[in-house]
């Protein structure tokens, strides 16, 4: 059995020096000072600073595997666990 791995798990997206799930959290953060308004635009600034301080101190792909083994994301066109040898 042959299957193909593509290389996105290798090269995440990156916007200007942010990577795409920090952005997310940046535009969740907007979004929330925008419909709240007053002190929770300081979440702007401290969410994101956290949310990188902490992805920074784990290895590459954690958070990824994270909400892959809380069933958020699903794998597509990857091979089942119990394949032993695939070629890429």
């Known amino acids: 059995?042959?299957?193909r791995v593509p290389k996105e798990l290798h090269m995440p997206i990156q916007?200007?020096?942010?990577?795409q799930d920090e952005l997310v959290v940046i535009v969740a953060m907007y979004l929330v000072g925008v419909?709240?308004?007053?002190?929770?635009?300081?979440?702007?600034?401290?969410?994101?600073?956290?949310y990188i301080r902490y992805k920074r101190k784990k290895p590459r792909g954690y958070l990824t595997?994270?909400?892959i083994e809380l069933g958020f994301i699903s794998l597509e066109r990857y091979p089942c666990s119990y394949i032993r040898e695939f070629k890429e």
Do not use: A, N, R, S
């Not at 419909?35 to 635009?41: A, I, K, S, T």
């Open 1 to 3: 059995m042959e299957v």
């Open 15 to 19: 916007i200007l020096w942010f990577y």
């Open 35 to 50: 419909l709240f308004d007053g002190w929770f635009w300081l979440g702007l600034l401290i969410g994101p600073t956290f």
């Open 65 to 67: 595997h994270k909400l």
